[in-house]
């Protein structure tokens, strides 16, 4: 659906983005990441044609962004970082304005009505947009993406200056877009990027420095290795005996202390399901295990190392890690490394069968016939999804 | 292009930019009118026009100060330039809808000028067997307004092109106004001295010939005549392309900035 070719851009001597290959597939929701300033907002404009490239293609549904920007464009809906709302209209007046910027052909009133009761504005669409709060301008400036149902949707930052009911709301719509439409999603909440996206690039200063599924993330972050247990005894001799168990690499107390409870944060080898063994050693002891928490990599600590990794030793982590912890992050820079060395890989391999895909040139704008009743589908599934969230409440 | 001009047209009459234009427009024409017409007893009306235009100068940057630096500045470009619209229909959208608030009210001004043809109607009537033309000259008025249309496009096309060199409202007003006086002004230094045999400010022929291409008023003499002149009609049509076509430029060259 969307694909990007050795895009560069140069702002001067500074080159924001530098070489970036990617594609989207239709129906893909992809995680855009990186730190301040690593051109993923210079790169969502380019890809909006907001921004023209030094060099390298962009293309939106077969359609070359620079040489057919108006059809490129069609396809598009895009929520900048900052909403573009005219703070002098009312809400309606602004969707209407929408519609007829994108030059839709649908029945204008029930489009955006239903583009309303998606993201929860219908109750203030006849107030001025200077009065609204933060969250509802938002909601707006989504509502406006969504305005024509275009077939790729950019959101920059969405959930910003929402409150978490909103923010849970909106990363529901996200996966229900998910569904028909290709989404672009850049944001810094990396737990946002976990719970929407099936993939996640991760670029940093103007390169791609990895390009991985979330759930290949998601099983390394859910990893059994490393635990806090709560143990009943005395603590020297606890800690003495986890240090030697076989199986464990790394034991540690936590100052967390209950009653006569310590608990300790332990670490297994690679490969090793510690738990029943620990469970028996310390029934043998006669050491009650009051409790056992499972500690996944964090996802933040997997971009960190990433970033870390591929930041020339420039990009200093912004807190010394005590030497706890900086045994824990270890585990980190092991999958960072891998993911990163994966990504360098993919690109070049992509790079080397580039000319056979170049002459696939032809336009399918057939493919992306925009349906007219998306979104009422997405009002009925958005509830159903609502129900089940309050039944895991 | 339409959705751009009917948002802008409706977004002059959600600010108070709007009522404030028209309202000091339509005061100023019909002061001017009684005052160059009535009070002094006359029925030219070159002064009325000339005058008009002079009010221009500062009234037409209040209208197209905000068209490009606010949106710039509330980041509302990105939605414009982002939607299936080219640059050119995004420019000419704004134009037409700063000239349509113009034009509007220039026609409705036109009611100042009924006591004239009224009055000139009397006094004909008491007359009748006068042998010059008594009352205001109906070829004279329409030459004009549509010259006052034309430079008014001018004005337009060159406030426009000034705001969307800047962010701030504010200076996109004063360079406007700074560079449509001196456009005019022009006119005064070029003519300095012509018509007694004394000597010119400027004497050069080339010199004058070159100032002439740039100030705005020298060809408006014509209108005031009752002519339609061709050549007149041709420079400021181009005069309003080229800013039109300046602005267009601004846009493409930050794109590809």
């Given at each position: 659906m969307i694909k990007i070719s050795h895009l560069v851009k140069n702002y001067g001597k500074f080159c924001a983005v530098d070489d970036i290959s990617f594609e989207v597939e239709k129906g893909e929701v992809i995680g855009f990441l990186g730190p301040n300033g690593a051109g993923k907002s210079t790169t969502m404009n380019m890809l909006t044609g907001y921004l023209s490239s030094t060099s390298g293609s962009v293309t939106v549904g077969g359609v070359d962004v620079l040489d057919d920007p108006l059809n490129a464009k069609r396809l598009i809906g895009y929520l900048p970082e900052q909403p573009p709302l005219y703070p002098d209209m009312t809400v309606w007046e602004y969707l209407c304005f929408a519609y007829d910027l994108k030059g839709c052909k649908f029945n204008r009133e029930k489009h955006l009505g239903e583009i309303c009761d998606v993201v929860k504005i219908t109750d203030v669409k006849n107030r001025l947009i200077k009065f609204l709060s933060k969250g509802y301008k938002q909601r707006v400036g989504i509502a406006q993406a969504l305005v024509g149902n275009p077939p790729v949707i950019i959101f920059d930052e969405p959930t910003i200056g929402l409150d978490p009911k909103q923010i849970i709301e909106i990363r529901n719509l996200i996966r229900t877009l998910g569904k028909e439409h290709t989404v672009i999603l850049s944001t810094h909440i990396l737990q946002e990027v976990q719970a929407v996206c099936d993939r996640i690039v991760i670029i940093n200063k103007g390169h791609i420095v990895a390009d991985e599924?979330?759930?290949?993330?998601?099983?390394?972050?859910?990893n059994t290795r490393r635990f806090n247990v709560k143990i009943c005894g005395p603590q020297r001799d606890v800690l003495a005996m986890l240090r030697n168990l076989p199986g464990i690499c790394y034991a540690e107390v936590l100052a967390a202390r209950d009653g006569d409870a310590?608990?300790?944060m332990i670490e297994s080898e690679v490969g090793v399901d510690i738990r029943k063994k620990l469970f028996w050693t310390l029934s043998d002891k006669g050491w009650p295990l009051i409790g056992m928490e499972a500690l996944g990599m964090s996802i933040e600590d997997i971009f960190i190392a990433v970033v870390d990794k591929t930041g020339d030793g420039k990009a200093e982590?912004?807190?010394?890690?005590?030497?706890?912890?900086?045994?824990?992050?270890?585990?980190?820079?092991?999958?960072?490394?891998?993911?990163?060395?994966?990504?360098?890989?993919?690109?070049?391999?992509?790079s080397d069968d580039e000319p056979a895909e170049a002459a696939d040139g032809s336009k399918f704008y057939d493919d992306n016939t925009i349906k007219e009743n998306t979104f009422e589908m997405m009002t009925s599934s958005g509830e159903s999804d609502k129900n089940n969230g309050k039944e895991n409440n | 292009m339409l959705a751009i001009y009917k948002k802008e047209l409706h977004s002059f009459f959600i600010n108070p930019i709007g009522y404030v234009f028209c309202g000091v427009f339509l005061t100023l024409a019909a002061g001017l009118c009684c005052y160059t017409t009535l009070i002094s007893a006359s029925y030219s009306t070159n002064s009325y026009f000339y005058i008009m235009i002079l009010c221009l100068i500062v009234l037409i940057p209040i209208l197209t100060m905000r068209s490009f630096s606010e949106e710039r500045k509330m980041r509302t470009e990105q939605m414009l330039l982002t939607a299936p619209v080219s640059i050119i229909g995004m420019v000419v959208?704004?134009?037409?809808?700063?000239?349509?608030?113009?034009?509007?009210?220039?026609?409705?001004s036109c009611v100042n000028l009924i006591p004239l043809f009224v009055i000139g109607k009397a006094e004909a009537d008491l007359n009748q067997d006068a042998i010059t033309h008594i009352g205001p000259v109906g070829a004279q008025i329409v030459a004009s307004l549509v010259g006052v249309?034309?430079?008014?496009?001018?004005?337009?096309?060159?406030g426009i092109f000034v705001s969307s060199l800047t962010e701030n409202q504010l200076s996109a007003v004063i360079i406007s106004i700074a560079v449509l006086a001196v456009m005019v002004l022009l006119n005064v230094v070029n003519q300095?001295?012509?018509?007694?045999?004394?000597?010119?400010?400027?004497?050069?022929?080339?010199?004058?010939?070159?100032i002439d291409w740039?100030?705005?008023?020298?060809?408006?003499?014509?209108?005031?005549?009752?002519?339609?002149?061709?050549?007149?009609?041709?420079?400021?049509?181009?005069?309003?392309?080229?800013f039109v076509y300046l602005t267009v430029r601004v846009y493409e060259r930050r794109r590809w900035a």
């Open positions: 599924l979330t759930e290949n993330i998601s099983r390394a972050v859910e310590y608990t300790y982590k912004p807190r010394r890690r005590k030497s706890v912890e900086a045994g824990r992050a270890a585990a980190e820079k092991a999958m960072a490394s891998e993911i990163v060395e994966k990504t360098a890989e993919q690109i070049k391999n992509s | 959208g704004k134009f037409l809808a700063a000239y349509t608030v113009f034009a509007g009210c220039l026609l409705t249309l034309l430079i008014g496009g001018a004005f337009i096309a060159i300095i001295g012509s018509d007694s045999s004394g000597t010119r400010l400027i004497n050069s022929y080339v010199v004058r010939f070159i740039f100030c705005i008023l020298s060809r408006f003499s014509n209108f005031q005549y009752g002519i339609l002149d061709w050549s007149a009609f041709l420079y400021y049509i181009s005069l309003s392309f080229i």
